[in-house]
């Protein structure tokens, strides 16, 4: 810098400022990790950090994740310093309705907000799943003098993310996978909000990384700027393994009476210690007035432009030696699905209904994977440790290691919520589409991050198999019985159980074309009897539900059921029309895309005027009160499983022919 540029220390502590300011004025937030990591942020984001202010979605930018996510207005002051479209009246704005800077970072509010954070752990599990994401792509598309996928992912995180468990699983196979590009900064301030956490937290943080795999850089002073540079210069310098950066740092730093206490975590300063702060800090500027000096000195509109001028430069190379590996990576990031897709697809569909396979659905979606991922090499496949139960692994899968990278399927070993938080991670970074499998028992496991995938209207499919009591022997602790439930109350997430092979393979269509949202596939371990179906009724499954067997006139009663039990609710109508009642079934394999039919739609497959209704589902029976009402009835769970074969269970809790016929005769 020149003698009349500002310092590092003036530079950092505009974000200090800001930070202190907006969470006086919105009453609420967490100064101290904003004050205590501005020096980090100073170097990383003026020294080393790849990006375009001007163009957040610059494909070869560096990603930056806040995993500790309460400190978001450190995120925000660097996003207005730099030059993003995020104001002054913005910062003053913090943590108010419809704002673009809510009270923790949130994807798709703020331009440069890489991802949602706040449940601790998350974010780094996301930053694994950029990393990957950059890691998979430049190994498929980068060629000799080529390199137009090459970024890093940067992520500062606390002691919190350290004891939450995830971060344990995704920096484990972090390590393994050798991810070079990823960069982690751990803000060791001793402070969580409880206090001190050596009474609670005493890992040897460096030990613990380094038989990950990791390259640790232990003992960093995180108020020395050139010790914070000589360290990202050494992570940067190893391109095999991850690096963790431990950084020590004075939560609220620069407040004379509240720095490295609990007090600067999560409440404003008050107005008198901002004034002893800045004081402190050599801070003369009024609140959110940021000196032009500064200013200048932090903005990066002109050098983040001519970064992506230089990148666009190199494509263009690229895309004059390599046209169609060039055209396929457009498609990819452009989320295009290939224009052959919709009409195959169909085609397979077709080809399934007029086949007829018995098959467990869990076996149909591998089939439906077999059929649709020769078309979709962005797909990235996966299993926590059950590929052969969950059968996610299909003919075009090849698994990616640290040395190579350009395959479609990751062993994530039992982690189930480290999988589908790197999922999200994934489908944020864009050019893939992942998905992952475990039994549906353990999407509890998981679950936090399907709800930050429906929160972030993320493309992540996972494939849920083992979705009922009909798995068996097993018992109670790995029969799902609310978790589907879970699931359909979770707004924007999509749910598919499908009753035989080829609503499975609509299921999968689905998902595939869904682009705003995660979907969950829940798939049979038993096998499934193939349902005739006319082209109407075969055009009907992509609605969510629809008439599988109808009788002569007005309809006497209505059965509604889903996946397995579909077979069930057919044989009993055909047992019921003996007895001379007109039975209509409806097979209902999603409930959210059936809602968001038109109101004629769902007049013509569960008319008004019908209201003997019984649904039927080996899964909670309270949910499906809002299909057949108060007066109608459900055969379903009211309690957890047992241990015994599936057939002896379906049994034992009404899942026969006989009690469902007994169940619809008493509505009569």
Known sequence: MSASSPSRFEMANAIRALSMDAVQKAKSGHPGAP???????????????????????????????????????????????????????????????????????EYGYTPGVETTTGPLGQGIANAVGFAIAEKTLAAQFNQPGHEVIDHNTYVFMGDGCLMEGISHEVCS??????????????????ISIDGEVEGWFSDDTPKRFESYGWQVIPGVDGHDPAAVSQAIAAAKADENRPTLICCKTIIGFGSPNKEGKEDCHGAPLGDDEIVLAREKLGWTAPAFDIPSKIADAWNAQDTGKKLEATWNEQFAAYQAAHPELAAELNRRLNSELPANFQSEAQQYIENLQAEGPTVASRKASQMALNAYSPMLPEMIGGSADLAGSN??????????????????????????FGMCAIMNGMALHGGLMPYGGTFLIFMEYARNAVRMAALMKQQAIYVFTHDSIGLGEDGPTHQPIEQLANMRLTPNCSVWRPCDAVETAVAWKAAIERKDGPTALSLSRQNLKHQE?????????????????????NPDAILIATGSEVELAVDAAAQMAQQGKKIRVVSMPSTDVFDAQDAEYKESVLPSSVIKRLAIEAGIADYWYKYVGLNGAVVGMTSFGESAPAGDLFKHFGFTVDNIVAKANELF
């Not at 790849?50 to 996003?79: A, C, E, I, Q």
């Not at 179906?533 to 006139?553: F, H, P, S």
């Open 35 to 105: 004050m205590g990591m501005a020096d980090i942020a100073q170097v990383l984001w003026n020294d080393y950090f790849k990006h375009n202010p001007s163009n957040p979605n610059w494909v070869n930018r560096d990603r930056f994740v806040m995993s500790n996510g309460h400190g978001s207005m450190m995120v925000y002051s660097v996003l207005h310093l730099t030059g993003y479209d995020v104001s002054i009246d913005d910062i003053k704005n913090f943590r108010q309705i419809h704002s673009k800077t809510p009270g923790h970072p």
């Open 173 to 190: 196979l972090a390590g393994t996978l050798g991810l070079g590009k990823l960069i982690v900064f751990w803000d060791d301030n001793g």
């Open 391 to 416: 059968l996610t692994i299909s003919q075009t899968s090849k698994a990616i290691d640290a040395k190579d990278a350009s395959g479609n399927y990751l062993y994530y070993g039992v982690r189930e």
């Open 533 to 553: 179906r006319d082209t109407e009724q075969l055009a009907n499954i992509a609605r969510g539900a629809y008439v599988i067997k109808d009788t002569d006139g």
